[in-house]
Each structure stands twice: as structure tokens, then as C-alpha cells.
């Protein structure tokens, strides 16, 4: 399984990014997808998930309404809509496939991480 992270970057708060994740070497949409992101000094935090065909998802309270998970199974490839973004989202921000209920942070929680994609927002 390999996972590559891509579209971090800096912004001000109140700003957008959009989060891709690329997936090979597995049946993508046979596997339901996690965001997670890593704060400077803390621990692993799950973000959201989406489920394999992408009808559920879930959103840790932090982020609600303000991030949109999605995935285009076509294109092997999951999605993170970030809007309104706060200087608390500053993170590492990494994708991962696998897990079940409830989503952990941890990563032997998940068959599969990637290296990450680094958020910043600052003014």
C-alpha cells in the first residue's frame, strides 16, 4: 500500500486548502479512508473518514463543518476540503487507509499511512 499526501501549505486563517492523497498497490475502493494530523508537540488526531463507495462520512468536532472529506475511486485518489482554517489546524496532516470504528489515532490502528502533507496557518 502506498499513500502520498499532497497539497499543504501555508495560509491565513479564514483561508482554503484542498488536501489530495494519492493510493497505489491496493483495491482503493474496496477500503474505507482516514484523515489524521499531527500537531506540532502532540499527539496523532483523527480528523475524518469516509467510508470505501464514499457515502458516510465522519468528522471529529474540531473540524465540523468547516472540512469536507471525499474520494474519487475512479482516480484512486481521497480528498480533504479545508475551509475557514484556524491557526489550531497547523499540522501535519497524513491520509490512511483502513480502520474501523471508532477511528483511532493510532497508526497500528491502520493498514497504511503516508508521509504527509504540512498545513500551516498563520497571519
Known amino acids: 500500500i502506498q499513500l502520498v499526501e499532497s497539497g499543504g501549505g501555508m495560509v491565513q486563517p479564514g483561508g482554503s486548502l484542498r488536501l489530495s492523497c494519492a493510493a497505489s498497490?491496493?483495491?482503493?475502493?474496496?477500503?474505507?479512508m482516514s484523515w489524521l494530523r499531527q500537531a506540532p508537540e502532540k499527539g496523532p488526531e483523527w480528523v475524518s473518514a469516509?467510508?470505501?463507495?464514499?457515502?458516510?462520512?465522519e468528522y471529529a468536532d474540531s473540524v465540523k463543518g468547516r472540512f469536507t472529506i471525499s474520494r474519487d475511486n475512479a482516480k484512486n485518489t481521497l480528498y480533504l476540503q479545508m475551509n475557514v482554517l484556524k491557526p489550531e489546524d497547523t499540522a501535519l496532516y497524513f491520509c490512511?487507509?483502513?480502520?474501523?470504528?471508532?477511528?483511532?489515532?493510532?497508526?497500528?490502528?491502520?493498514?497504511?499511512w503516508g508521509q504527509g502533507t504540512r498545513v500551516t496557518v498563520s497571519s
Open positions: 490512511a487507509a483502513g480502520g474501523i470504528r471508532p477511528w483511532g489515532s493510532r497508526r497500528y490502528e491502520y493498514d497504511s
Open positions: 469516509i467510508d470505501a463507495y464514499g457515502r458516510t462520512t
Open positions: 498497490g491496493f483495491t482503493f475502493s474496496t477500503y474505507a
